[in-house]
């Protein structure tokens, strides 16, 4: 079965840069969650969108930005990298308002 | 508001043992629970996940989980310890369909053969 395609899988940043992460979420999902998790800590949810309209807001800085196109894929922006940002950023979809969420690999930031 | 604590950042049980991982949450709304498994360098994979109905969660890989609301807990289990349950575990707690999970932080397991 399809799954959450997350892309790129690595990224390599400097600071004060800029970063896109790309998020396919399960075909039909309409619904699409990112989380960011450092080194040796749970997820923290930052951001997530339903039926292309944000839906819910969470520990995101000001710096990053997101949002949903029209077939469903998100993009996270992230801007002004900073050290403390490298981390596995992951991405879950969902049907709906359905209680299950599906994520993805992840894309695992690095920031120099 | 919800969260979740997972007690013991660190188990470790011998191959054939049982496997016991604590989590404890806290909901002002009927809460909907999961466990995730995140093996390194991975995403993470449901292995259950508590709605509504039964409280006992049956899941994937031989692990079970109980609901119980006199206790606020949702502790995950497994009869017999196998080399290739060694991961991270995560629990989480949403209270609403569709909304933003919150997870614990993490239990570190170790299977000792």
């Known amino acids: 079965a399809a799954g959450v395609i997350q892309s790129p899988r690595h990224l390599i940043k400097e600071k004060r840069e800029t970063a896109t992460l790309k998020c396919y979420p399960i075909p039909r999902h309409d619904t699409v969650y990112w989380y960011q998790q450092g080194p040796g800590q749970d997820p923290q949810f930052l951001i997530s969108?339903?039926?292309?309209?944000?839906?819910d807001k969470g520990s995101i800085p000001d710096r990053f930005s997101a949002q949903q196109f029209s077939d469903y894929h998100s993009e996270l922006n992230m801007s002004s990298l900073e050290l403390g940002d490298s981390a596995l950023y992951f991405c879950a979809s969902s049907l709906g308002t359905s209680d299950e969420q599906y994520f993805g690999p992840g894309t695992r930031l690095t920031v120099t | 508001a919800q969260s979740v604590t997972q007690l013991g950042s660190h188990v470790s049980v011998s191959e054939g043992a049982l496997v016991l991982l604590r989590c404890n949450y806290s909901s002002s709304v009927p809460p909907y629970l999961f466990w995730y498994v995140q093996y390194p360098n991975q995403g993470l994979q449901l292995l259950l996940k508590?709605?509504?109905?039964?409280?006992l969660v049956k899941g994937i890989n031989g692990f079970e989980a109980e609901f119980k609301k006199s206790e606020t807990s949702f502790h995950l289990t497994k009869p017999s310890a196998h080399m290739s349950d060694a991961a991270e575990y995560f629990c989480a707690v949403s209270g609403v369909a569709g909304n933003q999970f919150y997870f614990g932080t993490g239990t570190s397991l170790t299977v000792i053969p």
């Open positions: 969108f339903y039926e292309k309209m944000q839906s």
């Open positions: 508590y709605t509504t109905g039964a409280t």
